[in-house]
């Protein structure tokens, strides 16, 4: 069997299908790395809503896709930027996927950590974006997640310097029950972030996020690193405080990351392990064994599709991640949250369809080639 898949430059392929997926174990815990992924939200398709109405979000097929997850031995970095946070999923929708899914990980003994931010508001005095960071630690402390302080568009606008988020940062460390992590979030990811830290210049950035870091070592689980550089991510974690981890936010670096080097190794928290899950999994199983080549033989041929779907404007590469749910099975349609399903072009599907099936990625080949089919007849493409 064949289909015909297009290209950018209007003209159809031949493509001929994998027929088998890739064999993964299950359920084995990872001991050398932490890993996390942070996980999509299943939009509702039957709700009548808009673009920009609250989320519509199916919590079943939510869930289910978590324990996917779990399944596989991976943590879940929940109601983060995968999640569509500020892109679909406003703060009520993300509370409300934040119990839920906590509460499904106590239930199953998964593990799970929770994004905190300021989405609540849009702008504000330093008091009330403090106001808002403490109204979401509380709620993920009260759920039993840990917590991941996540970047703040409104504390982006209002900082006046480096010193006005070392005040809200090194209050909101104070005042968490456990270490938290930090989440650095580059402007590829949100645009509204641009000179986090207080600096355009990514060397005085890192200078006050480390300073923040110092001052409270012991509040300080990791930091979670989406910059897209991975050398200035090296050069971060070798500065960090022992004790204090790094995972790696990086979809474009990430095998070399986390199998590190003589002076250490990242951690992980990433959306590509989003669709990568199970075979993210199967390779740090063989990094629990000490080989280091093994791993890269296995994840390095993922990098492809992974810089594809992180591709500019990378802010949408939520779509790609939800369009492989949906060709692997894991939810019964390709809609999103916020119409974001129309965010990339058919030859963006095609070519992820393409690189994600050459992985074996899909558990039901034959599904997934049904799925693409069915899309490309949509937009008028007849096999």
Same mark, same amino acid.
């Given at each position: 069997m064949t289909i015909q898949l297009p290209s950018a430059g209007g003209t159809l392929r031949t493509y001929e299908p994998r027929t088998e997926p890739l064999a993964v174990t299950t359920g084995t815990p990872l001991t050398s790395r932490t890993v996390f992924s942070a996980a999509h939200v299943v939009a509702d398709p039957f709700a009548d809503v808009s673009p920009d109405s609250p989320a519509a979000v199916d919590w079943d097929a939510t869930l289910a896709f978590r324990r996917h997850l779990w399944s596989h031995g991976l943590g879940v970095a929940e109601?983060?930027?995968?999640?569509?946070?500020?892109?679909?999923?406003?703060?009520?929708?993300?509370?409300?996927?934040?119990?839920?899914?906590?509460?499904?990980?106590?239930?199953?003994?998964?593990?799970?950590?929770? #994004?905190?931010?300021?989405?609540? &508001?849009t702008g504000g005095t330093l008091a009330e974006i403090r106001a808002a960071?403490?109204?979401?630690?509380?709620?993920?402390?009260?759920?039993?997640?840990?917590?991941?302080?996540?970047?703040?568009?409104?504390?982006?606008?209002?900082?006046? #310097?480096?010193?006005?988020?070392?005040?809200?940062?090194g209050h909101l460390l104070r005042q968490a029950t456990e270490p938290v992590v930090l989440?650095?979030?580059?402007?590829?990811?949100?645009?509204?972030?641009? #000179?986090?830290?207080?600096?355009?210049?990514?060397?005085a950035a890192t200078d006050v996020f480390l300073d923040v870091i110092a001052a409270h070592p012991d509040?300080?689980?990791?930091?979670?690193?989406?910059?897209?550089?991975?050398?200035?991510?090296?050069?971060?974690?070798?500065?960090?405080?022992?004790?204090?981890?790094?995972?790696?936010?990086?979809?474009?670096?990430?095998?070399?990351? &986390?199998?590190?080097?003589?002076?250490?190794?990242?951690?992980?928290?990433?959306? &590509?392990?989003?669709?990568?899950?199970?075979?993210?999994?199967?390779?740090?199983?063989i990094l629990d064994t000490g080989d280091t080549a093994g791993f890269r033989?296995?994840?390095?041929?993922?990098?492809?599709?992974?810089?594809?779907?992180?591709?500019?404007?990378?802010?949408?590469?939520?779509t790609g991640v939800v369009f492989l749910a949906w060709l692997a099975g894991h939810q019964a349609h390709f809609t999103m949250v916020g119409g974001l399903q129309s965010a990339r072009s058919l030859p963006h599907f095609a070519r992820a369809y393409e690189l994600a099936d050459g992985l074996g990625l899909f558990p039901d080949p034959k599904l997934a080639e049904e799925r693409m089919k069915t899309l490309l007849a949509l937009y008028g493409v007849s096999q």
């Open positions: 109601a983060m930027d995968t999640a569509q946070r500020g892109m679909g999923l406003d703060w009520a929708g993300a509370a409300e996927l934040i119990r839920r899914s906590a509460a499904e990980a106590k239930a199953v003994g998964g593990r799970i950590a929770c #994004g905190v931010g300021t989405d609540q &508001i960071y403490e109204e979401q630690l509380a709620l993920v402390e009260e759920s039993g997640a840990q917590a991941i302080l996540m970047a703040s568009r409104a504390l982006a606008a209002t900082a006046a #310097g480096p010193e006005d988020y070392l005040e809200i940062y989440h650095w979030l580059g402007p590829m990811f949100d645009p509204a972030l641009e #000179g986090y830290w207080g600096s355009t210049d990514l060397d509040k300080v689980d990791g930091i979670k690193v989406s910059l897209l550089d991975a050398q200035r991510e090296i050069d971060l974690r070798r500065r960090l405080p022992q004790g204090v981890r790094c995972y790696t936010g990086d979809d474009f670096n990430y095998p070399e990351l &986390i199998a590190g080097d003589a002076q250490g190794f990242s951690h992980a928290l990433l959306g &590509i392990f989003d669709p990568l899950g199970p075979l993210a999994a199967q390779a740090v199983r033989a296995l994840l390095d041929p993922t990098v492809e599709l992974s810089r594809h779907l992180f591709q500019t404007p990378t802010r949408f590469y939520k």
